[in-house]
C-alpha cells in the first residue's frame, strides 16, 4: 500500500512524503497506542495501481464522424440491460387504471369486496415492485453514463493533447475549455437522464396507447384522430424552432467562456491600463447575447409547453363527454370509463414529458455537433502510420530547400538549405519576424515545411515518429511554462522517475541548487501558476535544469535570456556552458553576447540566411550582423 503521493495538502502546500512532514506543518508520527489500528485499515485498503494509458499520435480510425450511436454501440449490452428494467418499470408503474377498473366493475358493482381486496393488494405489489425495479435502474443507467463520460472526456482531451500548434494559434482557449466543460455536461445530462427517461416515456406512450384500443375502440380512435395530429403540428413547430435556437446558445456560451479566459489571462494587463469597465461593458455585451438566445429558447417551449397541457385537458373534457354518453347507453362500463379517463391523462403525460426531454435532447445534440468538430479536426502535423523509431541520434540537422509559410501565400522561410552539424552550438539572429522561431519550430516538427525537407541524421522528419523526435529534444523558450505543484514536478517533468540525487545534480548543472537550499521544502517547496512566485531569472534556470534533466542531444534556446537582467542574464550563460555541452544546440537571440559564445551565428533575413559564419568573420564581412554588433557595443558602452 502506497502512501498519497503528488500535492495539494490540506493547508495548499506539497503532501508529506514518507518519513518528511509538509512545509508549515510539524509531523510527531503516529502515537504507539494507535499503531494497531491504523495497521488494521491498511490490511483492508485496496491496491489502487496505477491506469495503464496508452497514447499514440496517431488519430483512431474511427474518430471521425462522432454521434450519439457511435457513443453508445460498444455499450449495446449494457443499454439492452437498461431497456428490460425500464420495460418492467414502465408496466408496473401503468397498471394500476386497469386494477382500479377491475375493482369497480367486478368488485364494487358486483358487491364482491374480495376482488376489492385482490386489486388493492396487486396495487401495491406493483408499486413496490415499480420501486425496487426503478432504483436497480436507475443505479445501472447511472453508472453506465457515468462510464460513457470518462471515456468521452478522455477521448477529448487525448485529442486535444495530438492536435498541432496552428489549431492553439486559430482556436481561442476559452472555445476550447467550452467543448471539456458545458458541451461534455450537456451531454453528460442527456445521458444521465435524457435517453433512459426518453425511452421510458415512449414505453409508456406504446402501453397506453396498446391499452385504450383493447379496452375501448371508439374512445381511442377520437383521442389518436383528433388530438394527436394537432399534438403533432405542435411538435413539429417546437421542434424546428428549437434546434436553431439551442444552437445558437451553444455559441454564445463559447463565446463567454473565451472572453473570459481572455480576461483572466490577461488580468495584469488590463489592471495596468485601468481596462476594467471597458471589459465589463464588452462581457455584458457578450452575456447579454447569451442570455437572448436562452430567452429565444425558453419562449418557445413557453408557447409549446402550455399549449400541450391545454390539448391533453380537452381531450380528457372530450374523453369524458362521450365516454359518459357511452355509460348511459350501456355500452361502456363505469369502471372502463374511469380507467380511460386515467389513461388519457397517463397518454397526454409522456407527451408532454417527450417535450421537456426534447429541450434536453436538442441541448444534448448541439454539444454533439461541436465535439463531433473537433474530433473531427486532423492535425496539421500528421505522424505516418509507418513511421519508424527514431535511433539514439548525433544531433546533425539540415534543410534542404525548405519553404513554409503560416498562411497560404504568405511565405515565412523560402528555399532554405543549411546544415548544422552534430554538437555544434548554431546561433540565428535578426530582426523580429525574420523566420528565426520558425526554423527551431520545423526543427522539433510543431511545424511541416510547405516544400523541401528537415532531416535529422539523415532521417526525413516526417518519417519517424513525434514520440522518438521530441524526447531526444528540448526546447526552452522565452517565457518558461511552470504548472503548479512543486520544484521536483517542474523539474522532473520530461523525466518523472528522476531520483531526488539527478534532480539536484541537475539543479546544481544550472546554479538554482541555492534557489532549493534557500526555500522551505526544497525540491517540494510550492510552485504556483505559471510560476509566479519566482522572478524571470528564477524560472528560467528551472527550466534549463528541466532541459538537463532531460539530457537531449539537441537543444533549441529560443531568446531565452532576452527578458532578463544583465546580472540574471550572466548567471543563465554560467549555466549554458553545463547544458549545452556535448549537445547541438540551436540558440534564438536578440542579445548578442548569446550569440556570440556559439560555433556559428546564421542572420535571417525576410526568411533567408544572409549571412552565415562565426563572430569574428561577420564582423570582419562588415554585413549585417557586423552593424548589429557595433550597435550592441555602443548601447553596452553607454550603459556603463
Keep these: 500500500m502506497a502512501w498519497g503521493g503528488g500535492f495539494g495538502g490540506p493547508m495548499g502546500g506539497p503532501q508529506a512524503r514518507p518519513g518528511q512532514a509538509a512545509p508549515g506543518l510539524p509531523f510527531a508520527g503516529i502515537p504507539p497506542e494507535m499503531m494497531a489500528g491504523v495497521e488494521r485499515l491498511l490490511a483492508k485498503e485496496p491496491e489502487h495501481p496505477e491506469p495503464v494509458v496508452e497514447f499514440s499520435n496517431v488519430p483512431p480510425k474511427d474518430q471521425k464522424g462522432f454521434t450519439l450511436r457511435t457513443l453508445l454501440r460498444p455499450h449495446w449490452w449494457a443499454l439492452v440491460v437498461g431497456i428490460f428494467l425500464v420495460a418492467i418499470e414502465t408496466v408496473t408503474l401503468q397498471i394500476g387504471p386497469q386494477l382500479t377498473q377491475r375493482a369497480i366493475d367486478k368488485g364494487m358493482l358486483a358487491g364482491d369486496f374480495g376482488v376489492v381486496k385482490l386489486m388493492a393488494a396487486m396495487y401495491l405489489g406493483s408499486i413496490l415492485l415499480n420501486g425496487l425495479t426503478s432504483a436497480i435502474r436507475v443505479s445501472w443507467t447511472g453508472r453506465l453514463g457515468q462510464r460513457l463520460m470518462e471515456s468521452l472526456r478522455v477521448r477529448v482531451f487525448s485529442h486535444i493533447q495530438r492536435l498541432s500548434l496552428d489549431f492553439f494559434t486559430d482556436e481561442k482557449a476559452g472555445r476550447i475549455m467550452t467543448r471539456m466543460t458545458s458541451d ?19 414505453f409508456t406512450l406504446v402501453y397506453v396507447i396498446c391499452v385504450l384500443f383493447s379496452m375501448n375502440v371508439k374512445l381511442a380512435l377520437i383521442v389518436t384522430l383528433v388530438i394527436v395530429p394537432v399534438m403533432t403540428a405542435m411538435t413539429l413547430w417546437f421542434r424546428s424552432r428549437s434546434e436553431l435556437g439551442y444552437e445558437r446558445v451553444r455559441e454564445r456560451i463559447a463565446d463567454v467562456m473565451a472572453d473570459l479566459q481572455e480576461s483572466l489571462s490577461g488580468i495584469r494587463i488590463v489592471a495596468a491600463y485601468n481596462r476594467q469597465r471597458y471589459n465589463e461593458v464588452k462581457h455584458r455585451n457578450i452575456v447579454g447575447d447569451h442570455k437572448v438566445a436562452n430567452e429565444g429558447a425558453a419562449k418557445t417551449a413557453a408557447i409549446y409547453g402550455p399549449g400541450t397541457e391545454a390539448v391533453g385537458t380537452a381531450a380528457q373534457a372530450l374523453v369524458l363527454l362521450v365516454g359518459g354518453r357511452m355509460v348511459f347507453d350501456g355500452t361502456l362500463q363505469p369502471g372502463q370509463l374511469m380507467a380511460f379517463v386515467l389513461y388519457v391523462s397517463a397518454f397526454f403525460a409522456p407527451i408532454q414529458q417527450l417535450v421537456q426531454l426534447y429541450n434536453m435532447y ?6 454533439v455537433a461541436k465535439i463531433r468538430d473537433l474530433l473531427d479536426t486532423d492535425p496539421a502535423v500528421v505522424e505516418k502510420a509507418d513511421a519508424i523509431e527514431l535511433p539514439a541520434i548525433e544531433g546533425e540537422i539540415r534543410f534542404e530547400s525548405v519553404e513554409f509559410g503560416y498562411v497560404d501565400g504568405q511565405p515565412v522561410l523560402r528555399d532554405l538549405d543549411l546544415t548544422i552539424a552534430a554538437g555544434e552550438t548554431f546561433s540565428l539572429v535578426g530582426t523580429t519576424g525574420a523566420g528565426k522561431s520558425t ?72 546554479g538554482l541548487d541555492e534557489l532549493v537550499e534557500r526555500l522551505a521544502g526544497g525540491l ?6 505559471r510560476g509566479s512566485s519566482l ?10 535544469a528541466r532541459a538537463f534533466l532531460a539530457s537531449p542531444r539537441v537543444l533549441i534556446l529560443d531568446e531565452a535570456t532576452s527578458s532578463l537582467d544583465l546580472r540574471s542574464e550572466a548567471t543563465i550563460e554560467r549555466a549554458l556552458d553545463n547544458v549545452l555541452e556535448g549537445r547541438t544546440a540551436i540558440i534564438i537571440a536578440h542579445r548578442l ?46 550603459a556603463r
Design 184 to 202: 461534455i455536461e450537456a451531454l453528460s445530462e442527456l445521458l444521465g437522464d435524457g435517453i433512459i427517461n426518453l425511452i421510458v416515456q415512449l
Design 362 to 367: 436538442q441541448s444534448g445534440q448541439a454539444a
Design 439 to 510: 526554423i527551431a519550430k520545423l526543427v522539433t516538427r510543431f511545424y511541416d515545411p510547405t516544400a523541401g525537407r528537415v532531416l535529422v541524421d539523415g532521417y526525413d522528419l516526417r518519417d519517424v515518429t513525434l514520440r522518438s523526435l521530441r524526447r531526444q529534444l528540448g526546447v526552452v523558450p522565452q517565457e518558461p511554462f511552470l504548472f503548479g505543484g512543486s520544484l521536483r514536478d517542474n523539474i522532473a517533468f520530461a523525466r518523472p522517475g528522476a531520483t531526488d540525487d539527478e534532480l539536484m545534480e541537475a539543479c546544481r548543472a544550472v
Design 524 to 529: 517540494d517547496a510550492p510552485v504556483y501558476e
Design 535 to 544: 522572478s524571470s531569472g528564477e524560472r528560467q534556470l528551472l527550466a534549463l
Design 593 to 638: 553576447s548569446t550569440a556570440m559564445r556559439a560555433d556559428r551565428i546564421a542572420v535571417v533575413n525576410d526568411g533567408r540566411i544572409v549571412e552565415l559564419g562565426s563572430h569574428d568573420d561577420l564582423v570582419a564581412s562588415g554585413g549585417i550582423y557586423a552593424g548589429m554588433y557595433a550597435t550592441w557595443v555602443s548601447h553596452m558602452t553607454e
